[in-house]
């Protein structure tokens, strides 16, 4: 198996003539708290382990987008400060990770959207922190609540931080925890190798939809989460993506791109390259799948 993954690498390094190098920008959802803490974690370990991944692997901006209601004690309020103090910015995710479309009205989902934002604006003074990522990627399916949410944004000075590329860490968040509490070092490893599997998979696809809906590589935003999962997987994803010819760029930049524009008037939710292809009706391939998979939520109970 590691044979077999390393020759994956090896054929995606750039210079080897099959990766064509693109721009990706990297964005982590949820600080300061995302899924159940593992064993001798805590929160603020696994934000400087994320930092620490990040800066090995030369990725400049990691924009982080907070859940305010979250940031509730000492600790958690010291890992978006420590979020900051490695340069990072932070934009608002909601203060509750209220989907906009299971908010009770659309006025609650901008309450709870507004009740996000001291956290954020009071640490980053004098810097754009006006972005928000839609909790659960959802951007509204009812032209109502997507148009109205839209609307608000834009008077408001919002840019919606949309996403093309995640490799589902949050699913492993909760079972991680579970496994390593039990000891139960095989269902861990079972968990590595689907999700890198996974993560060899999404990077494959990524090309596949790109140039089918647009003709070309657009630059990508990269989803992830500050879990403990996301923790102790991040080294070995962020070796994948060097391996396929990643350029670590800001969020700015990689939504310079006229496909996120694009995207901005199309309701639904998840990533803008399959949001885009199905509004234009164009068919794609099916997801690239090289084994088949254990759900993690079975796993350590």
């Known amino acids: 198996m590691r044979t077999a993954a390393l020759l994956f690498l090896a054929l995606l390094a750039p210079g080897a003539g099959l990766a064509q190098s693109f721009d990706v920008s990297v964005t982590v959802d949820d600080l300061p708290v995302h899924g159940a803490l593992p064993p001798g974690m805590t929160r603020l370990s696994i934000a ?10 030369g990725v400049k901006e990691a924009f982080g987008f907070v859940n305010s209601a979250n940031a509730t004690d000492v600790e958690s309020n010291a890992v978006l400060d420590a979020w900051r103090a490695a340069g990072h910015p932070l934009g608002n995710h909601t203060a509750s990770h209220l989907n906009l479309e299971k908010a009770e009205t659309l006025q609650a989902w901008i309450a709870d959207l507004e009740a996000g934002e001291p956290a954020v604006a009071q640490r980053m003074k004098g810097q754009d922190w006006r972005y928000l990522r839609f909790p659960n990627l959802t951007a509204g399916t009812r032209p109502e609540r997507h148009q ?20 589902s860490d949050w699913s492993y968040s909760d079972a991680y925890a579970r496994c390593l ?3 139960d070092q095989a269902a861990i490893k079972t968990m590595e190798d689907q999700y890198l599997r996974g993560a060899d998979d999404e990077l494959a696809n990524m090309r596949t939809v790109s140039q089918a ?4 590589m657009i630059p990508q935003v990269l989803l992830t989460h ?8 991040l080294p070995k994803v962020m070796d994948r993506l060097d391996a396929a010819g990643a350029r670590y760029v800001t969020l700015e930049k990689a939504q310079r791109d006229p496909a996120y524009a694009q995207a901005e008037a199309i309701p639904g939710g998840g990533g803008i390259m399959e ?14 799948s090289t084994a088949a998979r254990v759900d993690p939520k079975t796993l350590c109970r």
């Open 148 to 167: 109205g949410a839209a609307a608000y944004l834009a008077a408001h000075g919002y840019k919606v931080a949309h996403v093309t590329i995640s490799f």
């Open 275 to 288: 949001r885009t292809a199905k509004a234009r009706g164009i068919a794609l391939p099916a997801t690239a």
């Open 213 to 216: 809906v647009y003709g070309r």
């Open 226 to 233: 500050i879990g403990g999962w996301s923790a102790h997987m």
């Open 181 to 183: 509490a039990k000891g």
């Open 48 to 57: 400087r382990s994320h930092i620490e991944t990040f800066k090995a692997h």
